[in-house]
């Protein structure tokens, strides 16, 4: 097993590889990467904070990317082989996510997402299900998709399949197990939408005083509206592409690719 408690130990990693590096603005506390696997990828942009984390390749030929941010990341993922994944710029964490990846199906996640403290991603049942009548199987495990904007509560729980499209809101405590609009308020169990046409903002009104209640009661911008454009690109085509390049070196290409040529409507989803 090849493992890396600090930036000191990426020099050791040669049976899979590893871009971490010590700079100024990042940092590296309180967390660990174990490669029980090979030809594993984990690549940490330059800037990228990790903070109490744990990621365990616990198969080959997976692909970790975590984008930079002024917030900590805080994740504890477990990955087996061939899955991808990825979190965006500018994404925070409100306490420890937790992230269970199996079966070749992946976890992305955009831009500029709130994540609430006890989150649960998990892209498998994981044990398998039959039809009495046809012995086929019934619950093939499923990628998970989070576009740009998107607001997460305490303690919701994305299941297989699950999409969500920018600039909605998951209710704390939702399961989540299907495909859902772009600006939609969803919560439940198991998930459904509660309120459409909505935008968030990340201010928190724990300290608000009178002042400040007044001055929230409106907000104009269009800021985090989003709509289908010409630039909108399916969560479908996207797991399609991921799973196109096989070698975790093709997918990092296509990751770093898609870094670079974001637009704001990428990840709309339609009503």
Not at 127 to 156: C, M, P
């Amino acid at each position: 097993m090849e493992v890396v408690e600090s930036y000191q130990d990426v020099a050791s990693i040669q049976s899979n590889t590893i871009h971490l590096n010590q700079t100024e603005a990042s940092c590296f506390l309180n967390s660990s990467v174990h490669f029980k696997g090979i030809g594993n990828v984990l690549f940490v942009e330059d800037g990228a904070k990790i903070v109490d984390t744990k990621l365990l390749f616990a198969g080959n030929n997976s692909v970790v990317y975590l984008a930079k941010s002024a917030w900590p990341y805080q994740l504890e993922a477990d990955l087996h082989h061939d899955n991808v994944l990825h979190f965006g710029r500018d994404n925070s964490f409100n306490g420890q996510t937790r992230i269970i990846l199996s079966e070749q199906k992946h976890l992305f996640v955009g831009d500029d997402n709130m994540f609430s403290y006890d989150v649960l991603f998990r892209n498998a049942d994981p044990h398998l299900i039959y039809d009495v009548e046809t012995k086929k199987r019934l619950n093939l495990s499923q990628s998970i998709f989070i576009g740009d904007h998107v607001w997460v509560g305490q303690e919701a729980k994305f299941l297989k399949g699950t999409q969500i499209g920018s600039g909605a809101i998951a209710a704390g405590f939702a399961v989540l197990t299907k495909k859902f609009p772009s600006n939609a308020s969803i919560g439940g169990n198991p998930a459904k939408v509660l309120k459409r046409n909505v935008f968030w903002t990340r201010p928190a009104v724990h300290a608000f005083k009178e002042k400040e209640t007044e001055a929230s009661l409106t907000q104009e911008t269009d800021d985090f509206s989003f709509k289908r454009d010409s630039d909108t690109f399916s969560f479908a085509k996207l797991d399609a592409a991921l799973d196109a390049r096989k070698t975790p070196q093709e997918r990092l290409v296509f990751l770093k690719q898609l870094a670079e040529t974001k637009t704001k409507n990428r990840f709309f989803i339609g009503k």
